[in-house]
């Protein structure tokens, strides 16, 4: 295991940027306006139970102790073994674990790491989506967006909530996306799937005709649609040596392709030209490939392919769908070669263990070297206000910043 030492000297090492314009530095008067589009909240341990009908207290998520070590029992999901020995943690990782609890200690966070605005998921909230049972499903997400809308609503300009938006019941899903729209939710999220576990060919995707008013919902709102990582099967599917890395790159960000292959390929953007998503947390490395290889499907297999769509599915993606990564150097390097730069949206995963935060300067200055000043104010701010339809503030237009 990397020691400490050897951990935040990989944080914080960087080549300079001697040679840029604009700086990632937060005390930077040429500072690029920047928006974290993957940072998570972190609840408070009654943000369901204190909501939630009678019937379902039960089942909630809890804590159980086994042999002296700490579980968090969930539906759907085998049980999540919790690290309570912190004696290999560093100050920083002890941080990470408590910090991002109120609404002040966040700004104050993200100010110290540059950040303008930042876009928040659940973190416990994002348990709501590990069951198959509609009712259950869709009580926990309420909680989840009366919370987050109490606590962030009123701080949009720095803080945007995702609302959470089970797709079990599709005409309870459009019903809670027009409430959350009315609410002032400037976005929604949806699992990687609508039915959580492996997928299997008999059960329902996001590329079957049922899940077609639920997207002319969401287009009539405006409100763009995002897919976090981990929300459509338990990520720990693999066991044994390097299970815990096997099971980061592939049972959890690898599955958020499906989702992508199912909106471009079955004619869904293509009805609603409106229709913005991204995924989250998901890498962007992959995205050329697989838009090569959904064009070469759409080619190649013409006399198998349905529906007949006017375009090939990469058309849909570059117009309408997005990605969000962290550190993510080879994608960036595949995304000028293939003129994706416009759709990736940078983020510093707050207050997550796998992110970059209060250290993204450092990060940014490692990764995105090859870039222009151009691109880079796209990945770090521009392609997120466009997405999420804000404003770039007027000191960053002052600068040169318009969407």
Same mark, same amino acid.
Request: aromatic share 10%.
């Given at each position: 295991?990397?020691?400490?030492?050897?951990?935040?000297?990989?944080r914080?090492?960087?080549?300079?940027?001697?040679?840029?314009?604009?700086?990632?530095?937060?005390?930077?008067?040429?500072?690029?306006?920047?928006?974290?589009?993957?940072?998570?909240?972190?609840?408070?341990?009654?943000?369901v139970?204190s909501?939630?009908?009678p019937?379902?207290?039960?089942?909630?998520?809890?804590?159980?102790m086994?042999?002296?070590?700490?579980?968090?029992?969930?539906?759907?999901?085998?049980?999540?073994?919790?690290?309570t020995? !912190?004696?290999?943690?560093? =100050? $920083?990782?002890?941080?990470?674990?408590?910090?991002? +609890? #109120?609404v002040?200690?966040?700004?104050?966070d993200?100010?110290?790491?540059?950040i303008?605005?930042?876009?928040v998921?659940?973190?416990?909230?994002?348990?709501?989506?590990?069951t198959n049972?509609?009712?259950?499903?869709?009580?926990?997400?309420?909680c989840?967006?009366?919370?987050?809308?109490?606590?962030?609503?009123a701080?949009?300009d720095?803080?945007?909530p995702m609302?959470?938006?089970?797709?079990?019941?599709?005409e309870a899903a459009?019903?809670?996306?027009?409430?959350v729209a009315?609410?002032?939710?400037?976005?929604i !999220?949806?699992?990687?799937? =609508? $039915?959580?576990?492996?997928?299997?060919m008999?059960? +329902? #995707?996001?590329?079957?005709?049922?899940?077609?008013?639920l997207?002319?919902?969401i287009?009539?709102?405006?409100?763009p649609?995002?897919?976090?990582?981990?929300t459509g099967r338990?990520?720990?599917?693999?066991?044994?040596?390097?299970?815990?890395?096997?099971?980061?790159?592939v049972?959890c960000?690898?599955a958020?392709?499906?989702?992508?292959?199912?909106?471009?390929?079955s004619g869904v953007?293509?009805?609603?030209?409106?229709?913005k998503?991204?995924?989250?947390?998901?890498?962007?490395?992959?995205?050329?490939?697989?838009?090569?290889?959904?064009?070469e499907?759409?080619?190649?297999?013409?006399?198998?392919?349905?529906?007949?769509?006017?375009?090939p599915?990469s058309?849909?993606?570059?117009?309408q769908?997005?990605a969000?990564?962290g550190?993510?150097?080879?994608?960036l390097d595949?995304?000028?070669?293939?003129?994706?730069?416009?759709?990736?949206?940078?983020?510093?995963?707050?207050?997550?263990?796998?992110?970059?935060?209060?250290?993204?300067?450092?990060?940014?200055?490692?990764?995105m070297?090859?870039?222009s000043?151009?691109?880079?104010?796209k990945?770090?701010?521009?392609?997120?206000?466009?997405?999420?339809?804000?404003?770039v503030?007027?000191?960053?237009?002052?600068?040169?910043d318009?969407?």
């Amino acid at each position: 295991m990397p020691s400490v030492e050897t951990t935040m000297a990989r944080r914080t090492q960087t080549p300079g940027a001697q040679d840029w314009a604009r700086s990632a530095h937060p005390d930077s008067p040429n500072k690029y306006f920047m928006v974290s589009s993957d940072c998570h909240a972190n609840e408070p341990k009654d943000w369901v139970k204190s909501r939630i009908e009678p019937e379902y207290l039960k089942r909630l998520p809890r804590l159980e102790m086994k042999d002296g070590q700490a579980f968090i029992i969930t539906e759907g999901n085998r049980p999540w073994k919790i690290k309570t020995d !912190t004696t290999d943690w560093g =100050p $920083e990782d002890i941080e990470r674990n408590k910090t991002g +609890r #109120n609404v002040a200690e966040r700004i104050v966070d993200q100010d110290r790491d540059g950040i303008d605005l930042e876009v928040v998921f659940g973190n416990k909230g994002i348990h709501a989506f590990g069951t198959n049972d509609p009712g259950f499903s869709m009580a926990m997400c309420q909680c989840w967006n009366d919370w987050a809308h109490e606590e962030f609503g009123a701080h949009q300009d720095r803080i945007l909530p995702m609302a959470q938006i089970p797709t079990l019941d599709v005409e309870a899903a459009m019903k809670e996306v027009e409430r959350v729209a009315k609410l002032g939710f400037r976005g929604i !999220t949806i699992p990687v799937k =609508p $039915e959580y576990g492996p997928t299997g060919m008999d059960q +329902r #995707n996001y590329n079957q005709p049922e899940f077609e008013p639920l997207w002319a919902a969401i287009a009539d709102t405006g409100l763009p649609l995002t897919i976090h990582v981990s929300t459509g099967r338990d990520p720990r599917a693999a066991s044994g040596p390097g299970g815990a890395i096997v099971n980061y790159a592939v049972h959890c960000c690898a599955a958020s392709q499906e989702p992508v292959a199912n909106l471009c390929a079955s004619g869904v953007l293509e009805r609603h030209p409106n229709l913005k998503f991204a995924t989250i947390e998901a890498g962007i490395g992959w995205v050329s490939w697989l838009l090569e290889v959904m064009d070469e499907a759409f080619y190649k297999h013409r006399m198998w392919v349905s529906p007949d769509l006017k375009e090939p599915p990469s058309f849909y993606y570059r117009r309408q769908g997005f990605a969000s990564f962290g550190e993510d150097r080879s994608g960036l390097d595949l995304g000028v070669a293939h003129d994706l730069i416009d759709n990736f949206l940078w983020a510093n995963d707050y207050p997550h263990h796998e992110g970059t935060w209060p250290h993204s300067a450092a990060a940014i200055e490692r990764t995105m070297g090859g870039l222009s000043e151009v691109n880079r104010a796209k990945v770090l701010g521009l392609n997120a206000a466009r997405f999420w339809n804000v404003e770039v503030p007027v000191k960053y237009q002052a600068l040169g910043d318009a969407v």
